[in-house]
Structure formats: structure tokens, C-alpha cells
T-cell receptor, first 111, second 110 residues
């Protein structure tokens, strides 16, 4: 199994641009999570899905952030418009039962 | 919602010493407590976990203890080695989501 796959691995964009981060969970995992990691705030849970349904999006910082999971093998996190304070590493993770596995992350830099 | 506090934020030890990281959680309904290790520039990786029906679990040089009454759990690393240097995160499972502590940066000097 390839594990959780994220793309792109690095993204540099300018303020105001739309950013789309992608995630492919581990096959058979029914829960998917988006986290944001910064030095100041640590690992923050943004949103999670169970069986493709968004369960809790209370961690999404603003309306500029949105996430979708159209099927069991794909999810996106979109930021529109992006701002410099959105610069962070964004991790996707998937889980079946208790064990949760992280993807390699997307390092986002907004100039 | 669940809140996880982790201490210390940084920990420096000499090679061969033991290291202990402590976490507390707020929701007594939490029933699963994993620990993740994150090396610089890498993803967090699960190193050990404990469920609420167990008080202690050991895997070679690492062990985790859980005190449900006090709502705290700890990670113990014995005979530390330089490759143990990393950021360690505790987490508590509430419902489906894992809530993470802020992390402990462990530095092991040889």
C-alpha cells in the first residue's frame, strides 16, 4: 500500500490566488482528516469526514477554507483567496478503527 | 470539546538517560491515546498507543502509562539515543477525531 498520498508536496503562490490541496486516503479507510501545522499553533484539526460525509468542520478557520470528499478515494482542501497567514504544512490523514496514518504533507507558502 | 495539554514543550537529555513526556486530557469519554513521533520535515508517525482499558503498554524502549481517574497519560523512553531526537505528540480520541497536544521537542545529545 502506498499510504496516504498528498499533492502537491510544495506550493508557492501569491496572496489572493486560489489554492487546492489534494489527498488520496489509504484504501479501506473510512475516515479522513485535514490538519494544519504551524510553529505557533501546532497540529490543528481543520475538518474530518466519515464515509465521505463531513462530520466536524469547526476547525476551519474562515469561509475562505472549504473541503470536499466526492468519493472514498479523494478529498480536496481549497483556500480562496489565499493569504500569507495561511502559510503552513497541511496534512491529510486517514483512519480505519483507531490507527491514524498521515500523508507526507503539503508545504504551502503564500507570498 | 476535548482539550489535550502536553508538557514539557522542550526536553534535553544525555544519551542513555530516560525521557518522560506527560499529557492531560479533559473529556473522560476519550478512550484511545496514541503517541506520534515527527522528525524534522517528515510526517507524524504512530509509535505506540494505549486504550482506556489498559494501564500500561511497553514496546522495547518506549512505554506509555494511563491514569483514567486523573485523566493523564505519559510516554517513557529509556536508554535514549540520538535518533530519538524529534517532536513527540500525544493525542486523545474523542468520537472519530484525534485531538493533539502541542508537542514536545526532544533533543538527545551524545
Amino acid at each position: 500500500d502506498a499510504g496516504v498520498i498528498q499533492s502537491p508536496r510544495h506550493e508557492v503562490t501569491e496572496m489572493g490566488q486560489e489554492v487546492t490541496l489534494r489527498c488520496k486516503p489509504i484504501s479501506g479507510h473510512n475516515s479522513l482528516f485535514w490538519y494544519r501545522q504551524t510553529m505557533m499553533r501546532g497540529l490543528e484539526l481543520l475538518i474530518y469526514f466519515n464515509n465521505n460525509v463531513p462530520i466536524d468542520d469547526s476547525g476551519m478557520p474562515e469561509d475562505r477554507f472549504s473541503a470536499k470528499m466526492p468519493n472514498a478515494s479523494f478529498s480536496t482542501l481549497k483556500i480562496q483567496p489565499s493569504e500569507p497567514r495561511d502559510s503552513a504544512v497541511y496534512f491529510c490523514a486517514s483512519r480505519r478503527e483507531n490507527e491514524q496514518f498521515f500523508g507526507p504533507g503539503t508545504r504551502l507558502t503564500v507570498l | 470539546g476535548e482539550n489535550v495539554e502536553q508538557h514539557p514543550s522542550t526536553l534535553s537529555v544525555q544519551e542513555g538517560d530516560s525521557a518522560v513526556i506527560k499529557c492531560t486530557y479533559s473529556d473522560s469519554a476519550s478512550n484511545y491515546f496514541p503517541w506520534y513521533k515527527q522528525e524534522l520535515g517528515k510526517r507524524p508517525q504512530l509509535i505506540i498507543d494505549i486504550r482506556s482499558n489498559v494501564g500500561e503498554k511497553k514496546d522495547q524502549r518506549i512505554a506509555v502509562t494511563l491514569n483514567k481517574t486523573a485523566k493523564h497519560f505519559s510516554l517513557h523512553i529509556t536508554e535514549t539515543q540520538p535518533e530519538d531526537s524529534a517532536v513527540y505528540f500525544c493525542a486523545a480520541h474523542l468520537g472519530t477525531a484525534l485531538i493533539f497536544g502541542k508537542g514536545t521537542t526532544l533533543s538527545v545529545s551524545s
